[in-house]
């Protein structure tokens, strides 16, 4: 009987144990943040989007939010421009990129290379 009692006393605190691996988050692939740097070629007010181009010629959509934070300008819609040298830190879930924080570093200093040519 006391065999009896200790093997189910071990099932029970197995299964608590188990059930607590369960309870405990685990981080995803999605729950990490990113980097990339590049220049602003769109910004849409209405979608909360702007396009950043790398400098491997890569277009990314990136969407923001309020809770988005600015370094060197007041928000995205209100200081950061069209053709704006910009480091976006940013979420990835199912393909869609949400910036975290965006660092406006100016205009892009390739442009004014060009001009100068």
């Known amino acids: 009987m006391l065999h009896r009692w200790k093997l189910y006393l ?3 605190c197995g299964l608590v144990a188990l059930s607590l691996l369960g309870a405990v988050p685990r981080a995803s692939a ?3 943040t990113h980097m990339m740097d590049g220049v602003v070629k769109h910004i ?3 979608t909360k989007t ?4 790398t400098a491997d010629g890569t277009e990314h959509t990136v969407k923001y939010t309020d809770k988005t934070a600015v370094e060197g300008a007041k928000d995205v819609e209100g200081g ?3 053709g704006s040298h910009v480091s976006v830190k940013y979420t990835e879930e199912g393909g ?3 910036a975290v924080g965006v660092k ?3 205009k892009d200093v390739d ?3 060009d001009k100068m040519k």
Request: hydrophobic share 35%; no cysteine.
């Open 111 to 113: 442009k004014g290379a």
């Open 50 to 53: 702007m396009v950043v181009k």
């Open 104 to 106: 406006d570093l100016g």
């Open 10 to 12: 071990g099932l029970l």
């Open 44 to 46: 849409d007010k209405d």
């Open 30 to 32: 999605d729950d990490f």
């Open 96 to 98: 869609e990129k949400t």
């Open 80 to 82: 950061v421009k069209e």
